[in-house]
């Protein structure tokens, strides 16, 4: 008779049939409820099975799906050769492609990631973050959730670094934290978007930012530098910002009133980004306002949405898959001390496409 404790029989049972390729990397297993089940347990005892493994190398968890096989490389001692990424959208936008310029450079050197997705919601980061505290992490990468406010999970963040994993943030920073970044010029991209409208004869501008990320903070100094340069003003009602959970009331047809006192007497706009603009030009031609004949826009990112409504955007690129290469092979050398300090900023390119007219 096996008198082992039934944790560490469930734990041998698993790691048997990881060994035995009947589970694969990836593959999503047993729920706790199917492993009390089937091994007549308790939830406790599941739970302290799968966290054993999760910490060891053997499996990974995706917050709200479930518990997963890691890479097999990751099972090695020590950190492991697992790596976590929040951001604060995956599927969707821009972060395809940033994710798996992430995977292609981390899959090269052996490493397999656990995702988290934030929603750009504060509470949800803590879950994620106190989720990855629980895995054999040997990095992470992280884009800030609400980064124009203070680190509100400041505490989470400081007992990874205690345990000598490094962190690497993307997009931006939280203010006041000295850290790893790979991030644009936010400054100069929203100097850029403005400029190009001036270039054009644009002399009244307006712009539409987002409030609770550093990026929009960013933009909109750029916006107001360019407009300095060239001795022109931005009235506070040319200037329309918005939150995470505004977005949908801000650009609405419902909100037709505030999108006419923005447009007053604007002849140009400089949008946060891709996502908004386009959502912005259909809201627009709903309203019977025509982008470019009645008002251009200039917007950020060079998304695939950027081409695939009525209107192309003019807009500053976002790197996508090639800042998440970067942003994997900076925590790399960060992991594996080649370097101590891992910091890079993206300078800003301006595609000229359709929603800009020449005044």
Same mark, same amino acid.
């Given at each position: ?17 990881i060994k035995n390729n009947d589970l694969h990397y990836n593959d999503l297993i047993s729920s706790e409820i199917e492993l009390m089940k089937q091994f007549?347990?308790?939830? #406790? ?17 995706? *917050? ?9 490389? &990751? ?11 929040? +951001? ?63 680190? #509100? ?5 400081? *007992? ?18 000295? &850290? ?36 929009? #903070? ?18 506070? #009602? ?64 060079? &998304? ?10 003019? +807009?500053?690129?976002?790197?996508? &898959? ?5 942003a994997a092979k900076g925590l790399m050398q960060l992991m594996n001390n080649r370097i101590d300090k891992f910091e890079k900023v993206i300078i800003p ?11």
């Amino acid at each position: 008779m096996d008198n082992k404790p039934k944790y560490q029989l469930l734990k041998e049972y698993i790691k048997n049939h990881i060994k035995n390729n009947d589970l694969h990397y990836n593959d999503l297993i047993s729920s706790e409820i199917e492993l009390m089940k089937q091994f007549g347990i308790s939830r #406790h005892t599941v739970r302290r099975g799968i966290s054993d493994l999760v910490n060891e190398g053997w499996l990974y968890k995706q *917050q709200g799906k479930g518990t997963y096989v890691s890479d097999p490389k &990751a099972n090695q001692s020590g950190h492991g050769k697992l790596v976590g990424v929040i +951001t604060t959208y995956i599927n969707d936008y821009i972060f395809p492609e940033i994710i798996a310029g992430m995977e292609e450079a981390f899959s090269e050197e052996g490493y397999s990631i656990i995702l988290g997705n934030t929603n750009n919601n504060v509470d949800k980061e803590r879950l994620i973050l106190t989720n990855m505290l629980n895995s054999n992490l040997s990095g992470l990468i992280v884009e800030p959730t609400k980064s124009v406010f203070p680190n #509100h999970n400041k505490d989470l963040f400081e *007992q990874i670094s205690k345990r000598g994993i490094p962190i690497l943030f993307i997009h931006a920073t939280y203010q006041n934290v000295s &850290a790893n970044y790979i991030v644009e010029d936010d400054i100069m991209a929203g100097y850029e978007a403005t400029k190009y409208l001036i270039d054009n004869g644009h002399t009244r501008i307006g712009g539409m930012f987002k409030q609770d990320d550093m990026q929009g #903070h960013g933009r909109y100094e750029g916006y107001l530098k360019a407009l300095r340069e060239s001795d022109m003003t931005s009235n506070d #009602h040319a200037v329309s910002w918005y939150t995470t959970e505004t977005r949908d009331l801000i650009i609405s047809e419902n909100n037709e009133d505030g999108l006419n006192q923005l447009l007053k007497d604007v002849t140009g706009i400089v949008v946060y980004n891709d996502q908004a603009a386009s959502e912005l030009i259909t809201v627009l031609d709903n309203i019977g306002i025509n982008v470019p004949g009645d008002v251009s826009l200039v917007s950020f990112d060079n &998304a695939n949405i950027a081409v695939s409504g009525k209107v192309k955007l003019t +807009t500053i690129a976002h790197p996508k &898959a090639g800042l998440g290469m970067d942003a994997a092979k900076g925590l790399m050398q960060l992991m594996n001390n080649r370097i101590d300090k891992f910091e890079k900023v993206i300078i800003p390119e301006l595609v000229v496409r359709e929603s800009v007219r020449q005044l």
